[in-house]
């Protein structure tokens, strides 16, 4: 029994983790007033972006269904970078590693986004260590997946993981891909100059549909980064949309729209384009294919552009990083989240073995703005608590999902407790998603804080 209700677990998991799918008003502000804020100190900013020279036929991370599985595995070693999943058949758009470095104040940020369905934390302490070997340290590292359903698999440590949707660990293409993390940090590095910041947003609608039947967050978010001069140095962007506008059954190497986008936004102002996920746990795109992506592209591509325009920038940006570490519940499988309402709510598996206890959340306040890590896919509901606490103190908040880890979805309490593919992916049960935004809510509190102490 306890064997046949393993492999109901661990097929259910499967599911839900390969990718099935089914204009906000800043609040009042009680409590704590704006900071005013002196120019502070000089803030400077490089930025590049880095392909990942990865090898022909490495398997596609992000659907675990059998579209892109291998009928047996390969137990000949017939492909030297395959074992569960189908080779890749070649790349569409090159697979990037975009880093932005900001420093002033005596702090220094370290931001990476990477064409990735999920990161580890192993990952983020391995770049960490290798440039701080070259002499970079850091007060934070955010390293954001922009959770592509087309990038690479085949980079993580985790067996399990592996097997459901991002194929065996081959370490070669782990090492391609820490390479040109840490290539894309030295070289941003070595283009540090003066900078000024501006934050705006923007909305595109329809192009995401729920998928728990409620309002989603049309928000786009942008960090402007230019010099003195006002040449552009970077563009940070933030949207929540999932990585699946392309399908199971293509083989091709992609950002899948998300990089379509950033590649559209580089070309038109020749610096790197960072894209930066929000909360995507309930949101799905509502176009798909390659039409889908390419409508998709245009919508988010003008406004990002057109925001690019009126945004202003300000000199003496303050600079605050936060880092924290996240205890979380004990991570379990509710199998009446997977298999429906008539399995006893008692009835679960364990998954300390497989996902952390613990995570971390980065928190960064620059140019008015404050942005947080979230270490998984966070519910719309709850992204909105975070960015309404975020706007009662500053005048603009992101969420940044998917970044420094990877725990699965985080819901509230009535999504978790409605069965669902959703549901059955949240591992850390009805009390999960709370932990996880009252802990974001808390780094956005430090934050202010340090603003308004001017540290």
């Known amino acids: 029994m306890r064997r046949r209700l393993a492999l109901v677990g661990l097929t259910v998991l499967w599911l839900s983790l390969s990718g099935w799918s089914a204009g906000p008003v800043r609040a009042s502000a009680e409590g704590r007033p704006p900071v005013a804020r002196p120019a502070g100190p000089e803030l400077l900013a490089g930025a590049r972006t880095v392909d990942v020279a990865l090898p022909v036929g490495v398997p596609l991370a992000g659907y675990g269904g059998l579209e892109r599985r291998l009928w047996i595995p390969d137990v000949l070693n017939r492909y030297p970078y395959a074992f569960w999943f189908k080779p890749g058949t070649g790349t569409h758009d090159p697979i990037t590693a975009r880093a932005l470095v900001l420093e002033g104040g005596g702090r220094r940020l370290l931001w990476l986004a990477v064409d990735l369905v999920a990161v580890e934390r192993d990952m983020v302490r391995e770049v960490r260590t290798r440039l701080e070997s070259r002499g970079y340290r850091y007060d934070g590292v955010i390293l954001a997946a922009s959770h592509t359903h087309s990038g690479p698999g085949a980079f993580s440590r985790s ?78 962007w933030n949207y929540a949309i999932h990585g699946t506008v392309l399908g199971k059954g293509n083989l091709l190497l992609s950002g899948d729209v998300m990089g379509a986008v950033s590649e559209e936004v580089e070309s038109a102002l020749h610096v790197p384009a960072l894209y930066a996920n929000g909360a995507v746990g309930d949101v799905s795109p509502a176009l798909h294919g390659w039409r889908g992506l390419h409508e998709i592209r245009q919508a988010l591509s003008s406004e990002l552009l057109a925001a690019w325009k009126r945004i202003p920038v300000a000199a003496g940006s303050p600079l605050s990083v936060v880092s924290l570490r996240v205890g979380l519940p004990p991570p379990h499988l509710a199998l009446r989240n997977c298999l429906g309402r008539g399995v006893p709510r008692w009835l679960t598996l364990g998954m300390g073995w497989a996902f952390p206890a613990e995570s971390e959340m980065v928190g960064v306040a620059v140019g008015d703005s404050a942005w947080v890590t979230i270490p998984g896919e966070l519910e719309t509901q709850l992204g909105q608590a975070v960015k309404a606490e975020g706007r009662r103190l500053f005048r603009h908040a992101f969420v940044v999902g998917l970044a420094n880890d990877y725990g699965g979805y985080f819901l509230t309490p009535e999504a978790y407790d409605r069965p669902s593919y959703i549901a059955c992916a949240s591992l850390y049960g009805d009390t999960g998603g709370r932990v996880v935004t009252e802990r974001a809510k808390e780094i956005l509190r430090t934050l202010y804080d340090l603003q308004a102490r001017g540290t």
């Not at 459901?164 to 370490?171: I, N, S, T």
């Not at 090492?175 to 000024?196: F, Q, T």
């Not at 910041?197 to 192009?207: K, L, M, N, P, S």
């Not at 549909?209 to 786009?220: A, F, I, K, N, Q």
């Open 159 to 236: 067996a399990f993981l592996g097997f459901l949707a991002v194929d065996r660990l081959a370490p070669a293409v782990r090492a391609r891909l820490l390479d040109a993390m840490v290539r894309a940090g030295e070289e941003a590095e070595s283009r540090k100059a003066p900078a000024r910041v501006g934050i705006g947003r923007g909305e595109v609608q329809g192009i995401t549909r729920s998928r728990v039947g409620r309002p989603l967050d049309p928000e786009v978010g942008v960090l402007k980064v230019v010099g003195t001069d006002g040449e552009p140095i970077a563009l940070v």
